[in-house]
T-cell receptor, first 107, second 115 residues
Framework: GIQVEQSPPDLILQEGANSTLRCNFS?????LQWFHQNPWGQLINLFY???GTKQNGRLSATTVATERYSLLYISSSQTTDSGVYFC?????????FGTGTRLQVFP | DAGVIQSPRHEVTEMGQEVTLRCKPI?????LFWYRQTMMRGLELLIY????????DSGMPEDRFSAKMPNASFSTLKIQPSEPRDSAVYFC?????????????FGPGTRLTVL
């Protein structure tokens, strides 16, 4: 089956720093989503991005489907950005999740 | 819209008891998904429905698990009998493919503890 790998697995930042999270996938996909799982466990939709670039405030994402990767950029990080970031790809109509990047932002 | 609604939010039960988890998808969505999240296995798809019909239940761990969707606004996931290894967070998600292909929106989850 398709493999979805995220890096880095863990990231520790000081408030105000920028970061880039990466998602690699091993086969062609129909779409790709980025989620933030907050410390309360809720999965929050960040981006639906099968290709191209999108921006939402301090967050932006880029997917290069032909090269099978996606990047999530977080600028000027805040403590509320802490949690786990998942990418999930649609392969044969199922969302396959990566193992996540755990982000901790300290004041 | 209220988003995907799940109940209960927390459930603690004893081994051998029946557990029923409930989900109300976003109004108008035609796909509904049940997932399980554990530390060991991450997020796993258990089953999904299209227009109330089960499409793929290959992720259901065993016969103790069953899911139904009697109408477009309600689904249940039942575990009978429950076992301690079923302890996990169970998520329900829904999507509307004519809007954006398989863009899924998740409920808050049900944290299940089986003693």
């Amino acid at each position: 089956g398709i493999q979805v790998e995220q890096s880095p697995p863990d990231l520790i930042l000081q408030e105000g720093a920028n970061s880039t999270l990466r998602c690699n996938f091993s086969d062609s996909v129909n779409n790709l989503q980025w989620f933030h799982q907050n410390p309360w466990g809720q999965l929050i939709n960040l981006f639906y991005i099968p290709s191209g670039t999108k921006q939402n405030g301090r967050l932006s994402a880029t997917t290069v489907a032909t090269e099978r990767y996606s990047l999530l950029y977080i600028s000027s990080s805040q403590t509320t950005d802490s949690g786990v970031y998942f990418c999930a790809v649609d392969h044969t109509d199922k969302l396959i999740f990566g193992t996540g990047t755990r982000l901790q932002v300290f004041p | 819209d209220a988003g995907v609604i799940q109940s209960p939010r927390h459930e603690v039960t004893e081994m051998g008891q029946e557990v029923t988890l409930r989900c109300k998808p976003i109004s108008g969505h035609d796909y509904l998904f049940w997932y399980r999240q554990t530390m060991m296995r991450g997020l796993e798809l258990l089953i999904y429905f299209n227009n109330n019909v089960p499409i793929d239940d290959s992720g259901m761990p065993e016969d103790r698990f069953s899911a139904k969707m009697p109408n477009a606004s309600f689904s249940t996931l039942k575990i009978q009998p429950s076992e301690p290894r079923d302890s996990a967070v169970y998520f329900c998600a829904s999507s509307f493919w004519q809007s954006s292909y398989n863009e899924q929106f998740f409920g808050p989850g049900t944290r299940l503890t089986v003693l």
